[in-house]
């Protein structure tokens, strides 16, 4: 394993003032990692999410409660609580039916957004050390607004965590079923990715996120280990090499969303693991 090459960016959006406040009073928080960008949104009813000419697809997951109109490219759709939709390039709108909480996730391509993230500054150098995004093959019937709600998709992952996990061209989630006991301390998951990034969002309870940094030959540029604490929500980017695992910590039910980009092979390599494998082929070359 290689030295990391940059931090980890932490982001406590329940204690940091958003990127943006729209005159409606919506308000947003945006985080980047290289090769995408996260932004979570307190909408508002009657807010409106708008972008003009995306240049690729992108993922709108709303919150259980929240609700929308998602319209692209002519098409026009409803979209409930606990969903995950995913939006064709082009021009689109998401309007707030019922207030709450909107999480879109884009490309890099986005430049836009990316350049409006908290973070921005840590990845200036764009960010050589992370695998870029190839897109996959195109959506099976070519590209449209797809809505998938939670409740129809239980996990096929038989360990305790309980991993949801879609794909589309660009991007990759794992939403998680919401936990409701605590993750077994002496059964953590360390690991690390070495050419990819992850991010983990937490939208609901309370987390501790543990992460190392690997030993490179100069000592002056190692960095202690770091366990911090997460109440929600809240938006952790993992660079590639660090060791990491997380635990949920507290009372009540906790809630943790994975994101990648692109998508994962070896997750997309597990019959039946990606819940939407019938909408997006996976790449022949894997």
């Known amino acids: 394993m290689g030295e990391a090459a940059r931090r980890a960016t932490h982001a406590r959006h329940y204690r940091e003032a958003p990127r943006i406040v729209d005159p409606d009073g919506s308000r947003h928080w945006i985080t980047r990692a290289a090769n995408f960008v996260v932004a979570v949104t307190d ?20 919150t ?64 050589p050390e992370v695998a ?11 590209f449209r607004l797809r ?6 998709f239980p996990s096929p992952d038989p360990s305790p965590l309980k991993m949801r996990v879609f794909r589309s061209t660009n991007l990759m989630i794992n939403v998680f079923e919401p936990w409701t006991r605590r993750r077994d301390e002496t059964k953590l998951s360390p690991h690390s990715h070495e050419d990819f990034e992850q991010v983990s969002l937490a939208l609901r309870g309370s987390f ?19 366990h911090e604490h997460y109440d929600s929500p809240s938006v952790l980017v993992i660079p590639p090499r660090v060791i990491h695992t997380t635990q949920d910590v507290g009372d009540g039910t906790t809630w943790l969303i994975d994101i990648f980009g692109p998508p994962r092979v070896d997750f997309s ?10 909408d997006y082929p996976m790449r022949a070359q894997a």
Not at 48 to 53: G, Q
Not at 147 to 152: E, I, N, P, Q, W
Request: proline share 8%; with cysteine.
């Open 208 to 226: 501790v996120h543990h992460l190392r940094y690997p030993w490179g030959p100069n000592k002056s540029a190692w960095c202690e280990d770091e």
């Open 43 to 62: 909408a508002v009813q009657g807010g409106t999410l708008a972008r003009s000419h995306n240049p690729d697809e992108y993922m709108v997951l709303l």
């Open 132 to 142: 870029p995004i190839v897109p996959w093959p195109d959506p099976v019937g070519g």
């Open 64 to 127: 259980p409660g929240t609700e929308a109109t998602i319209e692209a490219e002519g098409e026009r759709m409803a979209a409930k609580g606990d969903s995950l939709t995913i939006v064709p390039p082009g021009t689109s709108r998401v309007t707030i039916e019922r207030a709450g909480t909107a999480v879109r996730i884009f490309s890099n391509r986005a430049a836009d957004l990316a350049a409006m993230a908290v973070n921005a500054a840590t990845y200036a150098d764009g960010a």
């Open 147 to 152: 809505t998938y709600a939670m409740r129809d």
């Open 269 to 278: 390599s597990k019959p039946g693991f990606v819940l939407n494998a019938a």
